[in-house]
């Protein structure tokens, strides 16, 4: 079955941590080689928070996120995760996985990610 399954969510106080992970179907892993995750709030659009290619293990994040979040990968278990750290009540969200069929994460838009996981709700109170 080819799929992406996020766990890893919960409800925190600010300044705690989290991390989530992504079990990616090995049909997906193995071709789609930027992964991403992606969050969206209530009324917000979607917003990328962590890339990788996992070819190369090359990331990015945006500032909003730079020095809290990091993305790793588990190729062995065909899994990436997302540290979560200080987080803000402003990180609360429903948390998503994606996989685009990129070498690269470099410039790819929302819409060019072929699969998306169901998510995760992480909820920061203050």
């Known amino acids: 079955q080819v799929q992406l399954v996020e766990s890893g969510g919960g409800s925190v106080q600010a300044g705690g941590s989290l991390r989530l992970s992504c079990a990616a179907s090995?049909?997906?892993?193995?071709?789609?080689?930027?992964m991403a995750w992606f969050r969206q709030a209530p009324g917000k659009e979607r917003e990328g928070v962590a890339y990788i290619a996992t070819r190369t293990s090359i990331r990015y994040y945006p500032d909003s996120v730079k020095g809290r979040f990091t993305i790793s990968q588990d190729n062995a278990k065909n899994t990436i995760y997302l540290q979560l750290n200080s987080l803000k009540p402003e990180d609360t969200a429903m948390y998503y996985c994606a996989a685009a069929d990129r070498s690269t994460c470099l410039g790819a838009l929302a819409n060019e990610y072929n699969y998306w996981g169901q998510g995760t709700q992480v909820t920061v109170s203050s």
């Open positions: 090995r049909a997906i892993y193995s071709r789609y080689y930027c």
